[in-house]
């Protein structure tokens, strides 16, 4: 009887401990909010896909730790390249992707398409965008729930409050900076838009007023 008794309450603080893991986690998605759909979603996709095959749960070994990090990191430069991209159709009617230079996109099309003007010139919001995603991933990176078990073990039962309350900070001034400083690239890993059109329809028209 005694040896039932202590499984069920085994049983009952291992599922208490994985509801407040999962709640931990879940609560860093909420914090943020709609700001996550502004990271490159394969990225997000990936690291949530390796992140617990690499922490192995968040019963880490070293190994699992470096492997860890590595995604982070990868991930994390994957979201601040991601911000200096930008696609375009040409007039092959394909959509082609480069990076946003100071002269205009590269590489640029050989279809005839006007990429390389004004509208896909490098710009200070690029910068600001490509920051404010770093920030926003390590925040969802970081207070994973994988990643503290694996990294911070005790921080998940010391720092609740500010688990719960950093993700809802860091999304109120990154809405209210990506509020500030627009952007209308549609780069890689981005879902497509009418954004990419509006800016390739300026261009077009900006090159027909030229030869006018």
Same mark, same amino acid.
């Given at each position: ?9 085994? =049983? ?5 401990? #994985? !509801? *407040? +893991?999962? @709640? %931990?986690? /879940? &609560?860093?998605?909420?914090? $943020? ?67 946003? =230079? ?5 590489? #640029? !099309? *050989? +279809?005839? @398409? %006007?990429? /390389? &003007?004004?509208?896909?010139? $490098? ?75 509006? !800016? ?6 900006? &090159? ?5």
């Amino acid at each position: 009887m005694g040896k039932k008794i202590s499984s069920q309450s085994s =049983t009952t603080n291992s599922q208490q401990q #994985s !509801s *407040s +893991s999962s @709640s %931990s986690s /879940s &609560s860093a998605y909420t914090g $943020l909010g709609n700001i996550i759909k502004l990271l490159p979603t394969g990225t997000v996709f990936l690291f949530q896909f390796l992140n617990p095959l690499l922490t192995n749960n968040g019963e880490c070994h070293t190994y699992n730790k470096y492997l860890s990090a590595i995604l982070i990191a990868v991930c994390g430069i994957s979201c601040f390249v991601a911000s200096f991209t930008d696609s375009y159709k040409g007039t092959d009617g394909l959509t082609h992707y480069g990076f946003a =230079t100071a002269k205009g996109i590269w590489p #640029s !099309s *050989s +279809s005839g @398409s %006007s990429a /390389s &003007s004004s509208g896909y010139k $490098l710009r200070f919001s690029d910068f600001v965008h490509a920051f404010l995603s770093v920030i926003i991933f390590a925040v969802l990176a970081l207070l994973d729930t994988n990643t503290v078990k694996c990294f911070y073990p005790s921080f998940e039962n010391t720092e609740k409050t500010l688990i719960t309350v950093l993700p809802t900070v860091i999304g109120s001034i990154s809405s209210t900076l990506f509020m500030l400083f627009p952007s209308t690239r549609n780069g890689v890993g981005y879902p497509s838009s009418g954004t990419s059109t509006t !800016s390739e329809t300026s261009t077009t028209s900006e &090159s027909n007023a030229e030869k006018v």
